[in-house]
């Protein structure tokens, strides 16, 4: 239906009257981030995972995806995001291959309109790898790698760098950040649940205090981190 438009004449003026006319919705201003990723040597680190918006998890529960973008690095390490305008825009920067280091920008406030610069040099993780088997020889495809700080005895947890469980062939990799670490091994029980059967430290060890430490540099690798469960 159309609507119609009545012109009245009040107090000598000519008033209009009709249906209101709905506003349009004037679209967000955007605000453009660009940069470029690189490893603490400087070279261009192509495939790393860039993220911005507001809320430093993307998924989470309320999370608006039209006010974030995701993107991946070039070969050259370079990446463009468009994100709604506004304060607190967080930016993540990941590898999902666990080559480097996660990093972050802390929430920062980028107006709509404008270009912001942010680069990013990554740290190499350092990479622990070994063999676990049973004492038959077999090797134990339902067993679990778990890493502790040497210094403190605390669980390492974060993303990729805390648990590992070993291939068909036994074998594991643990990417971490450069440190001293205890290793601890298990095997899963029947109930395919239970990770605390026949646990033992690496090198054969009982306790954590007695197991040797694996230290790892940045970029090193510790490999023959190798258990046989009993």
């Not at 400087?42 to 809320?55: D, H, M, Q, S, W």
């Not at 709604?84 to 920067?93: D, N, P, V």
């Not at 239970?194 to 205090?209: I, K, L, Q």
């Amino acid at each position: 239906m159309i609507g119609v438009a009545v012109i009245a004449l009040v107090g000598g003026a000519l008033v209009a009257a009709g249906p209101a006319l709905a506003a349009t919705p004037q679209p967000m201003p955007v605000a453009t981030i660009t940069g470029h990723v690189r490893s603490l040597d400087g070279k261009p680190l192509a495939g790393i995972t860039v993220y911005a918006g507001r809320g430093e998890d993307p998924n989470a529960p309320g999370a608006d995806p039209d006010r974030s973008d995701v993107v991946r690095t070039g070969s050259t390490g370079r990446y463009a995001l468009h994100v709604a305008g506004g304060a607190g825009i967080f930016m993540r920067f990941t590898d999902s291959r666990d080559r480097f280091l996660e990093a972050t920008k802390a929430a920062f406030t980028a107006r709509g309109g404008s270009t912001y610069r942010v680069d990013r040099r990554l740290e190499a993780t350092g990479e622990i790898a070994g063999t676990v088997t049973i004492a038959d020889g077999n090797t134990s495809v339902r067993s679990i790698v778990k890493l502790y700080d040497a210094a403190t005895g605390r669980r390492v947890r974060g993303a990729g760098v805390n648990t590992a469980r070993p291939d068909a062939a036994g074998h594991f990799h643990l990417f971490v950040e450069a440190g001293d670490y205890k290793v601890r091994f298990a095997a899963y029980g029947p109930d395919g649940r239970t990770d605390d059967v026949h646990p033992e430290w690496y090198g054969d060890a009982r306790t954590r205090a007695t197991s040797p430490t694996v230290s790892v540099r940045s970029g090193g690798k510790a490999a023959g981190i190798d258990a046989v469960l009993e």
